[in-house]
DNA sequence: CCTGATTGTAGGAATTTTCCTAGACTCGAA
DNA sequence: TTCGAGTCTAGGAAAATTCCTACAATCAGG
């Protein structure tokens, strides 16, 4: 702790302003740095002004005795993808306004996936078909880059002729032969199915509900 | 300023847990939080006591007269809270490690509430008790101004002891008692407890689960 | 070398924070 | 009902903070 004292007296030192200056700068008496940093009087800082010194020297506040920075950049946004617009084939206008999307934690995300950020999207889910594992209204945050030979047993996105469909995939083993199933034991199950005949949009890796 | 007594207040009134145990929290002596409320002793609290209880609490610090969140164009952030270090009454040392968020849209989140995102936070959940609705590892969004009379049938946060559960309470009709139970029904369910028996950290109202 | 302005220093006063304690009260168990 | 353990409350003590002030040192301009 005494550290933090050597420090900002130090940083005073080095831009010759004075304990007086930097102690009205806080608004304070113009004793009040000097007592800080020499009888170590206000055992902590304020944090009002903790703040304003590490704005003026140009430090990071954890120099003079503050939290650790909880790294404020890492987010990731993810639009949420308008489903009657892009399901079909048709040009899609890409349009900017109106969508909303999740943010997630860099980290948190790549504890998830390894997948860029720009290959990631969100789709809603509709109908019952998936029930009990996913719900009409669910949101799905789907993987684009994970299909194709890395396809494994897992929750897809398909696309059926216009629209998106959530179903499950089962790799038969050894082969190109794949099952395609809906968790709703109403629906009914597609078996030895070639890879070839389903376009899979993404895999499903995450999905929030709403309660 | 006052405001934020008032605002303190409610929420150990609500949560029944009075102020000599939330002074407790704080490591301070038992007529610390009284002081504070009724007096306007500290005129502010203390930077680490203000993250103690709004970790405790499960509410933004901005509640209790810290910093504004930034809002970035319509995206709002809700932090993941440490449960290990929120939940118990003994003293606890704030970590101050990099809290992971999620970013909800403004408009989106206004759909599913109307709660002030003050009050909002994220808790993961921990074992198997509420199968097949929540499993282990889910995050769950939690309205902590969601309860004291407002309290209905739903899923809950409750603080027990020193940790926090999830739990589905069911209030029966016309009275002050509750039902507790677990969705698992490998777990008890007890009936007709007290509301006061209870404490309601605030009602599950989303959660997302990794696939 | 003087003079006046400003600064750092340290003693101590004024104020605020923090703690301690005793009394009134509530609640549950005996 | 009585007792004991716990609470809230308020008064005031103890400790920390913030401020004030006087004094010595420094420095620039005469």
Redesign the pocket.
């Known amino acids: 702790m005494e550290h933090v004292r050597e420090e900002l007296d130090r940083l005073i030192l080095k831009g010759g302003y ?4 930097i102690s009205r700068l806080l ?6 740095v ?2 800080f ?3 170590g ?4 800082l ?1 944090d009002q002004d903790r703040k304003t010194l590490a704005c003026f020297f140009g430090v990071d506040e954890q120099v003079l005795g503050g939290p650790a920075n909880p790294v404020t950049d890492g987010m990731v946004e993810i639009p949420v993808l308008d489903v009657e617009a892009s399901a079909g084939f048709g040009a899609v206008a890409a349009s900017e306004s109106a969508h909303t999307r999740f943010g997630f934690d860099e980290r948190w995300l790549r504890h998830l996936t390894s997948a860029k950020s720009a290959s990631l999207s969100i789709v809603g889910v509709k109908g019952d078909s998936m029930e009990p594992t996913l719900s009409d209204g669910d949101e799905v945050l789907v993987d684009a880059s994970d299909h194709g030979s890395r396809l494994r047993d897992g929750i897809y996105v398909l696309r059926s002729d216009d629209a998106l469909v959530v179903k499950r995939i089962a790799i038969k083993p050894g082969g190109r032969q794949i099952t395609i199933a809906s968790d709703n034991p109403a629906y009914p199950t597609w078996h030895d199915m070639d890879r070839s005949e389903v376009h899979v949009v993404g895999r499903v890796i995450w999905f929030g509900r709403a309660l």
Chains 1, 2 share one sequence.
């Open positions: 004075g304990y007086a200056s608004g304070r008496n113009p004793a009040y000097q007592q940093i020499k009888r009087s206000p055992r902590k304020d």
